[in-house]
């Protein structure tokens, strides 16, 4: 008997009105991206490479984002000849994924072009793991729900397995919601001590939630049935397996992003409590064979006697990138008026 | 979540939901683990339904039901059984519905 449509049950076929509600709403999301993308572009970091890139940031995300919610359940689901039941789970879990993209990006640009988002960024980890916790729970109650359970050849044919498994499933999201929750508070407190955003938005507590999440996602690996045996079954569950794994690795882009956004946003925009310096000779060369071989260089305001200095490089081993590329315009405090140190940014 | 509490106040219940754990089970093998009559069990699976604690679905003749619980009541019902915790809640609209059915 098929776990997805029990004879008697009524299927709850939810897909076409959410289809196109996804659809549109992926739509008005991805411009709003990159509207907004469009506006601050000057203001973005560069990178020295695609992925640290702005156009990596802000249009690659959209784009999986875009293609992962209004494709990806549809395919599998034709695939694999399911009768798609979401009771209305995936629409609501669309809904949070594009409102907390949306913030992450708001946020990102506020960040690049200067505005104060320190104590905004620090909470961002919670809203997901308030999110795992509300999904876990209820995952019980949709039984019938396709995107967020876990597909495997035994969980998928026996109703006993596919039961078991997700309920083991929605205590894994529910333990690692209540971990990044819980973990929020120690990162902001750490970060205040800190008075750094880089070096408090990484926690234990995250990385464990994040693990036990990706746990959950892949909780079906006991197996309580074996249908199949001999090679065809290993084959048939490789691709299986690749295939969960590789839903399984979009469902943590969206929920880790959070990780990756914390840190890009620090890194951008770490509101220092210092104002902000210009350099006191700006794109100095240093060399001749490239345009990118330019310093700026910030010295005390009395220069009466040497000072030591300090020369901070850019990544890129001199072959890619140059001092544009450096995470944080704003970096330190600036030298004092009399030393005794000055800084060089290559 | 009134429902829910009330449902989950009885041991009885509570012990079907945790052989429904295990899996699904039919009516009638459900009420073999009991001393009860077939009543009093079927009031019991009443309460339980109400409270969407479990769905039943039928099968030729025999009723067979799945556990249908959130985290959070599968929470609640171990604590109660945990600590044998036997609230009494007050009957709300339903007037005495079936939290003094068993004997």
Known sequence: ?346 | MRDVYRALSDPTRRAIISLLRKGDLSAGDLAGHFPFSKPTMSQHFTVLKEARLIEGRRDGTTIIYTLNVSVLEDALSHLLDAFNLNPKVKNSKKGAHASNVSP
């Not at chain 1, 700026?296 to 009466?304: A, G, I, M, V, W």
């Not at chain 1, 990544?315 to 315009?329: Q, T």
């Open chain 1, 1 to 346: 008997m098929h776990p997805m449509s029990p004879p008697d049950r009524p299927v709850i076929r939810t897909w076409t009105a959410p289809a196109r509600f996804i659809f549109v709403s992926c739509l008005l999301f991805v411009g709003l991206l990159l509207a907004g993308s469009w506006w601050a572009w000057r203001h973005l970091p560069v990178g020295h490479d695609f992925y640290f890139g702005r156009g990596f940031l802000l249009v690659v995300p959209a784009i999986v984002a875009f293609i992962s919610l209004t494709a990806l359940p549809k395919s599998e689901c034709v695939r694999s000849r399911w009768k798609f039941s979401s009771r209305g789970l995936l629409p609501v879990c669309s809904c949070f994924f594009l409102l907390y993209a949306a913030g992450s990006h708001v946020l990102l640009i506020l960040a690049a072009i200067g505005r104060p988002v320190h104590a905004t960024v620090q909470w961002m980890l919670v809203p997901v793991g308030l999110f795992n916790i509300g999904l876990g729970n209820s995952l019980g109650k949709c039984r019938d729900d396709f995107f967020f359970r876990i597909r495997t050849p035994w969980t998928v044919r026996s109703v006993l397995a596919w039961n078991r498994t997700n309920r083991l499933e929605a205590w894994l999201y529910v333990g690692s919601g209540l971990i990044i929750v819980g973990g929020a508070h120690r990162r902001v407190r750490a970060s205040a001590g800190h008075r750094h955003l880089g070096a408090g938005s990484r926690s234990d507590g995250d990385v464990l939630g994040l693990f036990l999440f990706a746990v959950a996602r892949r909780s079906g690996s006991g197996g309580f049935q074996r249908v199949r045996t001999g090679v065809a079954a290993m084959k048939d569950q490789i691709r299986r397996w690749c295939r969960a794994a590789g839903l399984a690795s979009v469902v943590m882009w969206f929920v880790s992003p959070a990780g990756r956004s914390v840190a890009v946003a620090a890194s951008v925009g770490a509101t220092p409590p210092w104002p902000r310096i210009e350099p006191t000779y700006r794109d100095v060369a240093y060399a001749q064979k490239s345009p990118a071989e330019k310093l700026d260089l910030y010295l005390p305001e009395t220069r009466s006697h040497p000072v030591p200095l300090v020369i901070w490089i850019h990544g890129g081993a001199f072959m890619v990138g140059d001092k544009r590329s450096m995470p944080r315009r704003d970096f330190g405090p600036p030298p004092p008026p009399r030393g005794p140190y000055g800084i060089s940014r290559v």
